[in-house]
């Protein structure tokens, strides 16, 4: 059932489900953050409306920046504003940025120390009909191998609007990511949000199966543990919004009290958030694991239900991985 | 910003002496680059000991001026330049690209007082370059912004796209000297990547345009100053140099970009800076 200490949305099942971008989460979070810090910039490469920038642009037209389409040069530019006290956002699809700016997050940002938050939109294959040329799922993998960056990938719109605050806060580079269509509501005002620290959405006694999950389909996630119930399948679902730092202590826990994990994540499984669970469970607790997610492919035009169920991310997805990963125990 | 004989002879005598350090330095460290660093000595000697506003005593000083080095690979005179201003002590220059050192083969800010940005990747400085600069206007700071290139580093996509930038948001306190040397790694520009006519093409992009002969220092003093009264556009001082200037076996010789002097190489150069040395004070007597 429900953690009911997370607080979260008691219609988050019903088909009356509230559905919001994250990246509307993004807009409304840097708006907020805009407000309450001067030093809080904001800067674009030619996609203020569809990335939401474009409250913090109307609300703060001296501290927007619009850099045209040059994802290098926004994310270096970001570094010497930092690097003189400001507190830079740069915002792009995920493909571009960071996809075609990595070497400069490494340089200028991760390895300069400096305190540059990178927005990564559209990330996953649930983009749709743009196609795989627009659908990032390489980027946990290649922000989370850079030293001096966290990764973090809010569930929902309301998660991705405490994580943009959450960033302005925080000191050191950071990279969010965030999806494009609306998906469904499950945490409230009310739901615990921390950089780094993971949180059980669900549970019942005697689990046998924890499923580890981050981004939107935490919430296919949830349906697949309810589901499984009427197969007596008892399981754990961790909302784990931050992939590094992991928070080991928590999935350390679950893991504990299962013995068998599934990954969930709309991202290649090298790589991603599935990949950052086997590497602590190979230290420090060796346990059976199934990866839901990208299969080392890339996706292709469809609208997003088509495109998780043809690649494999959908709710029978997860129950199968559980299934599966059950008998491995 | 009134410039005497006197300090001038004084600039391209501590051009000379870093010179030599410079070849003492690189002999020590077995590797990295002697071109590039010995044809920017005399503008390394200009900024920091006329023209920057500083203070090697207080590095994080907030009005100071910043010089972010584009061009990373050339930091064995910007370490000796540091070291000549007191950021450090001069005994530590040997460490250069050694186990444990601050001084790193590539410029890394927070490993050392006095670096701005890290850089070593090319093509990168001037977009660094461009958000200190606004965010001094942001701060209402006064401090200029200089960004020290390579003419090489003109291949990479992220300069122009930089160069995009400043142009649109005329950003007037950034002051880029480029340092054409007309040599890369693979050989000379104009075979590897044309760039000319380099002039037209900053024009073409908005930029007021200065050239000068970099071992002046006269020259580069005065273009500094052209630029600061410019008020609507950023400015690029596009600096001649001969690469390896100053050792005649370097000199102009794309060879020598990426490599350190052999002891007995360096024996030569020193002879040979030595008897310079005597040159300049010769030339002001």
Known sequence: ?329 | MHLSQSKIKELELRANDMREELMEVLVEAGSGHSAGPLGMADIFSAFYFHILSHDPKNPEWEDRDRLVLSNGHICPIQYVSLANAGYFDKEELFTLRKIDSRLQGHPHRGSLPGIETTSGPLGSGLSQAIGIAVAAKLNQKRYRVYCLASDGEHNEGNWWEAVMLAAKMRINNLTVVVDRNNIQIDGYTEDVMPLESLRDKYEAFNWQVLEIDGHKIEAIVDAVNEAKATLEAPTVVIAHTIPGKGVSFMEGQYGWHGKPPKPEEAEEALKELRSLEGKIRGEHA
């Not at chain 1, 953690?3 to 989460?25: E, H, I, M, P, T």
């Not at chain 1, 350390?252 to 599935?274: C, P, R, W």
């Open chain 1, 1 to 329: 059932m429900l953690n009911k200490k997370v607080y979260l949305d008691n219609n988050l099942f019903s088909d009356k489900a509230k559905q919001a971008a994250l990246r509307d989460g993004y807009g409304e979070g840097l708006f907020e953050a805009g407000k309450k810090d001067p030093n809080v910039v904001a800067l674009c490469a030619d996609l203020k409306d569809s990335t939401r920038s474009n409250f913090f642009a109307k609300a703060f037209p001296n501290r927007f920046f619009e850099i045209g389409i040059a994802e290098q040069n926004m994310v270096a530019v970001a570094a010497g504003l930092a690097v003189s006290g400001k507190i830079p956002f740069v915002a792009s699809y995920a493909t571009f940025s960071p996809g075609r700016a990595w070497e400069q997050i490494r340089t200028t940002v991760a390895y300069n120390d400096a305190n540059v938050k990178i927005a990564g939109h559209h990330a996953g294959i649930s983009v749709g009909p743009d196609g795989a040329t627009h659908q990032a799922i390489e980027d946990i993998a290649t922000m989370r191998a850079i030293p001096n960056m966290t990764v973090i990938a809010p569930c929902d719109a309301n998660e991705a609007k405490k994580a943009t605050l959450a960033a302005a806060k925080f000191v050191g580079p950071m990279y969010l990511r965030f999806a494009r269509e609306n998906t469904p509501i499950m945490t409230t005002a009310r739901t615990p949000f921390k950089p780094g620290k993971a949180e059980i959405f669900y549970s019942s006694s005697r689990p046998q199966v924890a499923i580890i999950a981050c981004g939107p389909l935490v919430h296919k996630a949830l349906v697949a543990a309810k589901e499984l119930e009427k197969e007596k399948i008892k399981t754990i679902v961790v909302n784990s919004h931050t992939i590094k730092p992991l928070d080991s202590k928590t999935i350390l826990e679950v893991v504990e009290k299962t013995g068998a994990v599934v990954s969930v994540e709309e991202h290649q499984v090298i790589g991603g958030l599935g990949s950052a669970v086997a590497e602590l469970l190979a230290k420090e607790k060796p346990t059976p694991m199934e990866f839901v997610g990208m299969q080392d492919v890339f996706g292709e035009s469809g609208e997003p239900e088509e495109l998780l169920d043809k690649y494999k991310m959908s709710v029978e997805d997860i129950k199968e991985a559980v299934r599966k990963v059950k008998k491995r125990k």
